[in-house]
């Protein structure tokens, strides 16, 4: 088996959600995902302390991208306005892997309840992450709270609808992101 080859880690998340897909999550093992991805399962354990790290792989880069997009915003910026900022930020991070993992992503963790409370998790640990760098700026917490939570759902549903459609390749994340908080920009307006 390879050890330390170039890409090791992006192999292990693509064989995890391939085996969790075909297989479920229950039963796969750290053994056949190493396998799978051609490595040892100490070379597992140098990127990932269990299976359930896979599928949160780059959640820390998420965050810091979208608090740094925040901060980084204008210094007029409205919330949404700032939080759209982060969205475009963490947007450049995301590529062709992580367009075709989508899907696959998608149906393994709508087959187990362990990995959507995972998943529910990380959007509270991204909500969070945006609403601390808008309180920075000066947002009332309530405010920050709401424009993360808006920030969270914009980007998941940006996310599936640039995973999901057409796979020319060309389409970068940033623009459904945005247009995705545009639309819950205008729901939410329409609230009274």
Known sequence: MARWEPG?????????????????????????????AGVTKSTFFRYFPDKRDLLVAGQETLRQLLAEGIAEAPEDASPLDAVAAGLARASTAMGSMNRELGPRL??????????????????????AAMATALVARGVPDAVAALAGELGVLAFKRGYAEWSEGDRDGTDELAPYTLAALDELRAASASLG
Request: charged residues 25%; aromatic residues 4%.
């Open 8 to 36: 090791a880690r992006e192999r292990l998340v693509v064989a995890a959600v391939d085996l969790f897909t075909e297989q479920g999550y229950d039963a796969t093992t750290v053994a056949q995902i190493a396998e799978r």
């Open 106 to 127: 998608k149906a393994a963790v709508a087959a187990s309840t362990e990995l959507q409370q995972r998943d529910a998790l990380k959007s509270v640990s991204l909500a």
